[in-house]
């Protein structure tokens, strides 16, 4: 079945580095969302990406959908402590949702 | 409308007893969705309704889960016979439209540990 994957699992940064986290699917997806889970707390919403090769931008982060829609990336700009959380991407599977397993982000301030 | 809440918020049990959970999505959302999250995993999909219709169930789901939505409102999650592999973060979602894609809105979620 379909399988979605992140990497890297874990990712600790100093303040003020940039953050990349990278998603996988087996198959082909009509779209791509993005979530961020603060420790303690529930997923919250991002961004969804539905054309191939899109590019979407929130202030320091930055989304993007491969060609292929099978792969997708989120990149933040100079981290700030509030980046902190496991960012999560979810694509639609034939009638569900699939989450990846999430990249934890850790910020030294 | 404050966003999906949850009931309750945790939840202790005895291994072999019974628990439900209560989701209440937000208003005129007419998917709702329940998740399952243990440790360092995403949420993991168990199933979900249209309204009142429960139109997919993970095959990963035992018969001991069974979840309901009567009249299209509020949902419920029963776990029979609790085992300690039970316990988890349980997540409701709501979304606002008919598609699988859409953004969907989790509440807090029910932490459940079995003894």
Same mark, same amino acid.
Request: glycine share 10%; hydrophobic share 25%; charged share 20%.
């Given at each position: ?109 | ?23 209440? #999505? ?5 998917? &709702?969705?329940?998740? /399952?999250?243990?440790? !360092?995993?995403?949420?993991?999909? $168990? ?22 939505? #009567? ?5 419920? &999650?029963?776990?029979? /016979?609790?085992?300690? !592999?039970?316990?988890?973060?349980? $997540? ?24």
């Amino acid at each position: 079945g379909q399988q979605v994957m992140q990497i890297p699992q874990y990712q600790h940064v100093q303040e003020g580095e940039d953050f990349t986290t990278y998603c996988n699917s087996s198959t082909t997806l009509s779209n791509i969302q993005w979530y961020k889970q603060r420790p303690g707390g529930h997923p919250v919403f991002l961004i969804q990406l539905v054309k191939s090769g899109e590019v979407k931008k929130q202030k320091r982060l930055t989304f993007q959908f491969g060609e292929a829609k099978k792969n997708s990336s989120l990149h933040i700009t100079a981290t700030q402590t509030t980046d902190v959380g496991t960012y999560f991407c979810a694509g639609p599977g034939n009638n569900d949702m699939r989450f990846g397993a999430g990249t934890r982000l850790t910020v030294k301030p | 409308d404050t966003g999906v809440s949850q009931n309750p918020r945790h939840k202790i049990t005895k291994r072999g007893q019974n628990v439900t959970f209560r989701c209440d #999505p937000i208003s005129e959302h007419n998917r &709702l969705y329940w998740y /399952r999250q243990t440790l !360092g995993q995403g949420p993991e999909f $168990l199933t979900y309704f249209q309204n009142e219709a429960q139109l997919e169930k993970s095959r990963l789901l035992s018969d001991r889960f069974s979840a309901e939505r #009567p009249k299209g409102s509020f949902s419920t &999650l029963e776990i029979q /016979r609790t085992e300690q !592999g039970d316990s988890a973060m349980y $997540l409701c979602a709501s979304s606002p439209l008919g598609g699988v894609t859409d953004t969907q809105y989790f509440g807090p979620g029910t932490r459940l540990t079995v003894l």
